[in-house]
């Protein structure tokens, strides 16, 4: 039973430590590898296709979304109306 158990904890340890000898994600500051012709052409070309498709992007004017609910004038003062009186109806016992 305790050989089975030394080999899982080695085989759990082995698989991170594998892992960081695989060369996969370059580091910051490593140079690019050199590219073959056809793949600059290729890239050349996608960044053609990109600036034709900005080219298809119509000009959008200023938008105003509260546009419709506010008015161009400015707002009229509204005149108040005095209260009317009112008058005092039965008793008033106090």
């Known amino acids: 039973m305790r050989v089975f158990l030394a080999a899982a904890v080695i085989a759990l340890l082995a698989g991170p430590a594998y ?5 996969s994600v370059p580091k910051y500051g490593d140079a690019d590898k050199a590219k073959t012709p056809q793949e600059i052409e290729t890239d050349k070309e996608a960044e053609r296709a990109y600036h034709r498709s900005l080219g298809n992007i119509p000009d959008k004017g200023p938008s105003d979304p ?3 609910v506010r008015s161009d004038s400015a707002p009229k ?3 108040k109306a005095a209260p009317a009186k009112r008058t005092k109806t039965g008793n008033s016992a106090n």
Do not use: T
């Not at 892992?19 to 060369?23: H, I, R, T």
């Open 77 to 79: 003062p509204v005149a």
């Open 19 to 23: 892992a960081q000898g695989q060369p």
């Open 66 to 68: 509260w546009g419709g």
